[in-house]
C-alpha cells in the first residue's frame, strides 16, 4: 500500500512540474556578432538578395518576414529607398535517424515459490529493451549582414541552436531574435543567448 501512495504521489509531482514548463521552451543558441559600425537609431533599410536567393523567391521572402519581425522590434524599419542594405540567409540540417540497439535490461522482478515463504520477487535475467528509433536531429543557423550605400559591413551577426524540434518556423523567428541581441552593439565574439519560444 505504502508503494502504491509512493507511486501516486511520484506521478502527481510529475505532472505538476510538466504543467508549469509546458507553456514555454528555452531555445539556447550560439551567437557570433561584429558592429564594426554604428548603425543608427531607427535606421532606414532594404533587403538585398544573392542571385541564388532570387532563385527561390517565395522562400526568401518567407526567411525575410521573419527577418523583419526581428528588425522592428530593435527599431529598424524597412523602406524601399533605403541606403542601408541587409541580407539574410539560412541553413537547416537534419541528421539520419538511427536506431538504438536492444539493451539488456540486466534486472527485473518475476514471482516464484520459496519454501516456507509462498511467493516472493526473484529477479530476473537477460530481459531486452525493444529497438527504438531515436528522434531526428536539426541543426539551424541563420546569418544577417548589413551593408551602407559603399558596400561596406556595419554589421553582421550568425545566430545557430541544435535540437530535436521540428518547428522550423518558430526556431528560425528566435535564431533572427538571437542574432540582434545587443543591437546596435552586441558584444563582440561568440556568446550564449537564451530565447524563450512557446511549446
Known amino acids: 500500500m505504502a508503494l502504491i501512495y509512493f ?3 511520484a506521478l502527481l509531482s510529475i505532472a505538476f512540474w510538466i504543467s508549469g514548463c509546458a507553456s514555454v521552451r528555452l531555445l539556447d543558441t550560439q551567437v557570433s556578432s561584429f558592429a564594426p559600425q554604428t548603425v543608427a537609431a531607427g535606421a ?3 533587403f538585398e538578395r544573392l542571385p541564388s536567393q532570387q532563385a527561390n523567391p517565395a522562400a526568401q521572402t518567407q526567411l525575410e518576414t521573419w527577418a523583419q519581425q ?3 522590434q530593435v527599431g529598424l524599419k524597412r523602406s524601399p529607398a533605403a541606403v542601408l542594405r541587409v541580407q539574410v540567409n539560412a541553413v537547416q540540417r537534419q541528421d539520419a535517424v538511427v536506431q538504438r540497439p536492444g539493451l539488456p535490461m540486466g534486472w527485473g ?3 516464484g515459490p520459496v519454501p ?3 511467493v516472493v520477487p526473484v529477479p530476473l535475467h537477460g530481459t531486452r529493451f525493444a529497438r527504438f528509433p531515436e528522434p531526428p536531429n536539426y541543426w539551424r543557423q541563420v546569418s544577417l549582414i548589413m551593408r551602407d550605400g559603399s558596400g561596406a559591413v556595419v554589421f553582421e551577426s550568425h545566430a ?3 535540437s530535436p524540434w521540428s518547428d ?3 526556431i528560425f523567428q528566435a535564431l533572427f531574435q538571437a542574432a ?3 543591437f546596435p552593439a552586441p558584444p563582440e565574439g561568440q556568446r550564449r543567448v537564451d530565447i524563450e519560444i512557446p511549446r
Open 180 to 182: 540582434l541581441q545587443g
Open 44 to 46: 532606414h533599410y532594404q
Open 116 to 118: 516456507g515463504h509462498g
Open 160 to 162: 545557430s541552436h541544435e
Open 168 to 170: 522550423s518556423q518558430t
Open 109 to 111: 522482478f518475476g514471482v
Open 7 to 9: 507511486a501516486r504521489a
Open 70 to 72: 526581428a528588425l522592428a
